[in-house]
């Protein structure tokens, strides 16, 4: 009983901004590393940025120095925050949790996905 539920997404012009927020809730006892995904038509799933329950982050290397991963533990969210922001950006974004319930049992979890498109 864990939900990710992502919100944030939108449309924006390119050099533009968007701050996508990923809160989960339910059957959580320890999250570890929490990350943001994106997927366009025709393309495969890649990985945007990650940060651990430590707060070491990894990003891609299409978005470093424009994007920002951040989490706020006593919320359980997980924030990305994209600047300069290019039309190849479009993508629907998917939220990512690997959580620990109270017997100690790891799951990755999904959300539901949020659109962000960047075009003029």
């Known amino acids: 009983q864990v939900q990710l539920v992502e919100s944030g997404g939108g449309l924006v012009q390119p050099g533009g901004s968007l701050r996508l927020s990923c809160a989960a809730s339910g059957s959580v006892f320890v999250i570890y590393t929490m990350g943001w995904y994106r997927q366009a038509p025709g393309k495969q799933r890649e990985m945007v940025a990650q940060i651990t329950s430590g707060g070491t982050t990894d990003y891609a290397d299409s978005v470093k120095g424009r994007f920002t991963i951040s989490r706020d533990n006593a919320k359980n969210t997980v924030y990305l925050q994209m600047n300069s922001l290019k039309p190849e950006d479009t993508a629907v974004y998917y939220c990512?949790?690997?959580?620990?319930?109270?017997?100690?049992?790891?799951?990755?979890?999904w959300g539901q996905g949020t659109q962000a498109t960047v075009s003029s």
């Open positions: 990512n949790a690997l959580i620990a319930n109270s017997y100690s049992t790891r799951m990755n979890y």
